[in-house]
């Protein structure tokens, strides 16, 4: 049974940072990602990473910002959320993907339960 635990949010000012982490268990991922929802709004997809390490995609209104990163022996992926923005504030779930890669939510297979970041002004 394939099993993604979030950890890492929390409560940050602005300009702050927070690291997330996603552990996976139950299987091997070719692509890992983060996405987000905030209340009100749509499910943003983030960032994604290949099990080479290649990246696969940024949004715009992260990228400069957050940087993702995995380390395959645990079969983890981060997420380092630097200058944070209020706007950051949301849910943030993670995401796998067994086979091929791609840059879209809706092409991932698997999802956690999703870490709250609050982020203050």
């Known amino acids: 049974q394939v099993q993604l635990v979030e950890s890492g949010g929390g409560l940050v000012q602005a300009g702050g940072s927070l690291r997330l982490s996603c552990a996976a268990s139950g299987g091997t991922f070719n692509d890992m990602g983060w996405s987000r929802q905030a209340p009100g709004k749509e499910r943003e997809f983030v960032a994604a990473?290949?099990?080479?390490?290649?990246?696969?995609y940024y949004s715009d209104s992260v990228k400069g910002r957050f940087t993702i990163s995995r380390d395959n022996a645990k079969n983890t992926v981060y997420l380092q959320m630097n200058s944070l923005k209020p706007e950051d504030t949301a849910v943030y779930y993670c995401?796998?993907?067994?086979?091929?890669?791609?840059?879209?939510?809706?092409?991932?297979?698997?999802w956690g339960q999703g870490t709250q970041v609050t982020v203050s002004s």
């Open positions: 990473i290949r099990r080479s390490g290649g990246l696969i």
């Open positions: 995401a796998a993907k067994r086979d091929g890669s791609s840059r879209y939510s809706d092409d991932y297979e698997y």
